[in-house]
C-alpha cells in the first residue's frame, strides 16, 4: 500500500504560480510512476501530467505542457507539481495518483490522495 499526502494548494491570482507537494509513505517511490490529476467544480477529473519511475521522461495533458512542470525526488519520496500563469479555470482539487511501473501513464492508477486545493481568483 502507499499513502499519498498533497500539500501546496492554496489563493493565487490569474497569472500567477504554484508549486504542489506531493509525499508518499508505505513503500519506496523508485518503482512508481506518478501523476496528477485535477477535479474541477462540476467538471469530471482530468489528467494533468505523470513522471516515469526514475524521473527522466514525463507527459503532461495538452493544457498543461507549456506552464506545468512534474518532478521528483525518489530519495525524499515526494513530487512536485510547478504551475505558473494559472487561469481562473484551472481552479479545481489536485490529486496525487501513484501506479506500479516505470512509463509515464495517464490512466489506470491505483493510489489517491486526498488532494488539495487550488483556487485562482483576484
Known amino acids: 500500500q502507499v499513502q499519498l499526502v498533497e500539500s501546496g494548494g492554496g489563493l493565487v491570482q490569474p497569472g500567477g504560480s504554484l508549486r504542489l507537494s506531493c509525499v508518499a509513505s508505505?513503500?519506496?517511490?523508485?518503482?512508481?510512476?506518478m501523476a496528477w490529476f485535477r477535479q474541477g467544480p462540476g467538471k469530471e477529473r482530468e489528467f494533468v501530467g505523470s513522471i516515469n519511475s526514475s524521473g527522466d521522461s514525463t507527459d503532461y495533458a495538452e493544457s498543461a505542457k507549456v506552464r506545468f512542470t512534474i518532478t521528483r525526488v525518489n530519495a525524499k519520496n515526494t513530487v512536485y507539481l510547478q504551475m505558473r500563469n494559472l487561469k481562473r479555470e484551472e481552479t479545481a482539487g489536485y490529486y496525487c495518483a501513484a501506479r506500479a511501473g516505470y512509463s509515464v501513464a495517464n490512466e489506470g492508477y491505483d493510489y489517491w490522495g486526498e488532494g488539495t486545493q487550488v483556487t485562482v481568483a483576484a
Open positions: 508505505g513503500r519506496p517511490l523508485s518503482t512508481y510512476t
